[in-house]
């Protein structure tokens, strides 16, 4: 049964970073303010601690959004709107449209890293073709130097299940997260990787449930497994 909830900014980069890209396993007692980037650290010692700043040019979630992020479900259409507005703003992000759903909403994939592996980046996919081409790459120790020669890529993608919505708000805090934080840790991090992200999987699944969810969610979550909110009607999410 997935039981949404209420989650803070630092709350989706935790729940992305440190599990696979998922709905909440269980409900949050109470609703904390989303708009706090402040350091959170989960029950298994698993600690985010924001940037000392972030870029102002880069819109920040709340402008974008409406409102802070986790206080609400956001619909599939302003998450596509936010991601656009991040990449145009950042030299850190370039976003691709990879597909078009049933039902006309866009599937899109976020390039995140340095301006100058952004730059070389159809060299960098070129790089992990070759890895697997026996005619370039003809044994162990070839591979071995093409690969301490590669820039690795972090692939992670959110929102396979439709009633799973919580990991499309992550996937915004992570990519504001990247695209803004001005701090050295990121930097490193942006000149060493290359960072793809899929914000939504399921467009039309993630509608349908989030749509269905703010016609009978009251004005406050409510984390109890029987309340209407978690009973969601068929066809379900999955």
């Known amino acids: 049964m997935n039981r949404p909830s209420g ?5 989706c980069v935790l729940f992305s970073l440190a599990t696979a890209p998922a709905g909440l396993a269980r409900p949050l007692p109470q609703v904390r303010p989303a708009a706090d980037l402040s350091a959170s650290t989960r029950p298994d010692g698993f600690t985010f601690t924001p940037a000392p700043s972030y870029r102002g040019d880069v819109p920040r979630l709340e402008k974008l959004l409406g409102a802070p992020l986790g206080a609400r479900f956001t619909e599939h259409r302003d998450l596509v709107a936010t991601v656009r507005a991040i990449a145009k703003a950042s030299d850190r992000v370039r976003v691709v449209d990879y ?4 039902e006309g909403r866009p599937l899109l994939l976020c390039f995140v890293s340095s301006p100058a592996n952004l730059a070389r980046i159809d060299a960098i996919a070129r790089g992990l073709r070759d890895l697997s081409d026996a005619r370039i790459v003809p044994d162990e120790a070839a591979a071995r130097a093409r690969i301490a020669e590669q820039v690795p890529v972090v692939w992670l993608s959110y929102n396979v299940h439709g009633n799973e919505p919580s990991s499309s708000e992550a996937a915004l805090a992570v990519l504001y997260h990247l695209a803004a934080a ?5 930097t490193r991090l942006l000149d060493d990787v290359l960072v793809v992200i899929d914000p939504c999987l399921n467009p039309d699944g993630r509608d349908r449930y989030v749509h269905w969810y ?14 209407r909110e978690h009973d969601e009607p ?5």
């Open 7 to 11: 989650l803070t900014a630092a709350g």
């Open 214 to 227: 703010q016609s009978v969610v009251g004005a406050t979550p409510d984390p109890e497994p029987a309340s």
């Open 182 to 186: 001005q701090d050295d840790a990121t």
């Open 234 to 238: 068929p066809p379900g999410g999955r």
């Open 99 to 102: 597909g078009v759903t049933s």
